[in-house]
């Protein structure tokens, strides 16, 4: 089955305990995305990759790092996660170009005290 | 600069049709998708425009002029289960795509 996956689906930990999110896709596609949802923002994007080991900054890309050795993996990382990132995290792929399809994985409920 | 408007909030009865309009404004523009979100769900895809007109898959039906920078999505004959929320997402230039607040569908019965 196609699918983006991602863990762990729900987290609660500490102020300034790093964290890694894992998310992986089955689909072969290039490009992967991450983001953000809260209440009244909508969707805003941390981090895309166009290709494996070519990755960018979104719209709110601060207190996030990733990196795309391979190209099914894409995992988010929180070196010193802080209460403002307490927020539902999305990791997406597809085929780069327009108009294709972003699966989005289940989603990732993150709470920092 | 960017910025996306759509309402946030529309309710309508069972059976009944609603339309749910998007106006955006990006940096380059190669099309407008649509995505629903179910709460506690991830965004699914609907439908994508890239030239102006109608496009319709089954009950929904997307619309897009890019002279305008508008577009809207149709839902007819809707159902309990359409109630979710609703993203329009314009595909900027560099394959971005943007995605606002949403749209929240109620549909009553």
């Known amino acids: 089955e196609a699918q983006v996956t991602q863990n762990p689906r729900y987290l609660i930990t500490v102020t300034g305990k790093k964290l890694t999110v894992t998310c992986s896709q089955n689909?072969?596609?290039?490009?992967m995305s991450w983001y953000r949802q809260d209440p009244g923002l909508g969707l805003r994007q941390i981090y895309y990759s166009m290709n494996v080991e070519v990755t960018d900054k979104g719209d709110v890309p601060e207190g996030y790092k990733v990196s795309r050795k391979e190209k099914r993996n894409f995992p988010l990382i929180l070196e010193s996660p802080s209460p403002n990132q307490t927020s539902l995290y999305f990791c997406?792929?597809?085929?780069?170009?327009?108009?294709?399809?972003?699966?989005f994985g289940p989603g990732t409920r993150l709470t920092v005290l | 600069g960017q910025s996306l408007e759509q309402p946030s909030e529309v309710t309508a009865v069972e059976g009944a049709i609603v339309q749910i309009n998007c106006t955006y404004q990006?940096?380059?523009?190669?099309?407008l998708s649509w995505y629903q979100q179910h709460d506690g769900g991830a965004p699914t895809f609907l439908s994508y425009n890239a030239l102006d007109g109608l496009e319709e898959t089954g009950r929904f039906s997307s619309f897009l002029s890019r002279s305008d920078s508008y577009g809207y999505l149709l839902l007819q004959e809707l159902q309990m289960k359409d109630s979710a929320s609703y993203f329009c997402?314009?595909?900027?230039?560099?394959?971005?795509?943007?995605f606002g607040s949403g749209t929240r569908l109620l549909v009553r019965p």
């Open positions: 689909m072969n596609h290039e490009y």
């Open positions: 997406a792929s597809s085929r780069p170009g327009t108009g294709n399809e972003q699966f």
């Open positions: 990006t940096s380059g523009f190669y099309g």
């Open positions: 997402a314009p595909m900027d230039s560099s394959y971005k795509l943007i």
